[in-house]
Nanobody, 127 residues
Framework: QVQLVESGGGLVQAGDSLRLSCAAS????????MGWFRQAPGKERECVAA????????YNADSVKGRFTISRDSAKDTVYLQMNSLKPEDTGVYYC?????????WGYGRPSEYDYWGQGTQVTVSS
């Protein structure tokens, strides 16, 4: 079992920054990759970024490239999402997820790729 707890969300103004954290516990040695997803009201959950244990990262949403940065602290079993120049369209619930099984094709953008999910943290960006 793996437990994930997100933190760092809040209400900010457009142009502000936030850093989300996702602390993992339990069988963390089993985690091969972590992802950040977001879900706006009435929309599907979309992958924002993902990072493998090796440090390789991917940004799935063109809208966040250059503004968001995913990173990890292996010693703390924590993954971060630094979000700069926030826009109202970044509003949503942000979830982190853990991937324990990666095949030949890493489907980092697919929610079905991940095995465990956190409870989510709300990010609201006002204009």
């Amino acid at each position: 079992q793996v437990q994930l707890v997100e933190s760092g969300g809040g209400l900010v103004q457009a142009g502000d920054s936030l850093r989300l954290s996702c602390a993992a516990s339990g069988r963390t040695f089993s985690i091969l990759a972590m992802g950040w997803f977001r879900q706006a009201p009435g929309k599907e959950r979309e992958c924002v970024a993902a990072i493998r244990r090796s440090g390789i990262n991917r940004y799935n949403a063109d809208s966040v490239k250059g503004r968001f940065t995913i990173s990890r602290d292996s010693a703390k079993d924590t993954v971060y999402l630094q979000m700069n120049s926030l826009k109202p369209e970044d509003t949503g619930v942000y979830y982190c997820a853990a991937d324990l099984n990666i095949g030949s094709d890493w489907g980092y953008g697919r929610p079905s790729e991940y095995d465990y999910w956190g409870q989510g943290t709300q990010v609201t960006v006002s204009s």
